[in-house]
């Protein structure tokens, strides 16, 4: 008894170590620019192991120095509420878990009836906090603990960091491509201009692309890409910047 004592009080310091590492993290990024992100170098680990060679493009803008209409851009398509909300939609993260759900049932009464089996698509509901404390800090695998972590951390981004700010660093840290990473590296990359440059049109595309961005880096003409973009293009008047 006392052993399994001592394993519990081993594994809660363990995990409130843990947290004040998170914590240190998000607390430095208030006035240092993070060099990269968990995602990032995990990416980076991914391609040197395939022996492809690292094709890596990234560099750091000023939030004033990212075109406005791509910060439209995002927040319509990614999160129309981020400027309202304490880093959580419990709403769309509710609605989320219901769609997968469905999706689940769906398939495995394909399965049971012999049908080909079909992917079942899992869709997250997460705020552009929520996705930046992934990103920054955890991993990419789909737990309900790491979902758990995730949520402490956007509420932890939310009370630590401003708006702009964590917006500022989602937008210099956010894949866009095999090896692109932030709005700068995604303006040079398909318009060949500076991120401060890009048009409503194009950062309609680029937003577009967030979900999948290697996906839509091959299908640069996807008629799903093209409407998509129009209709996030007519929703960014009304996306509010912080």
Known sequence: MKFVRRWLVMLLLGLLALQAFFIGRIALAVVVDPQSTTFQRSEAWRLATEGSGLRWSQSWRPYAQISDHLKRAVIASEDDDFVNHDGVEWEAIEQAWQRNAAAEEAAAKRAEQNKPARPVKIVGGSTITQQLAKNLLLSGERTLLRKGQELVLAFALEQLLSKQRILEI?????????????????????????????????????????????????LPSSAYLNHRAQVIQRRMGAAELP
């Open 170 to 218: 989602y937008l210099n840290s956010v894949e866009w491509g095999e090896g692109v990473f932030g709005a700068e590296a995604a303006a040079q990359h398909y318009f060949r201009k500076s991120a401060a440059q890009l048009s409503s049109w194009e950062s309609a595309r680029l937003a577009v692309m967030l979900p999948r961005p290697k996906y839509f880096e091959k």
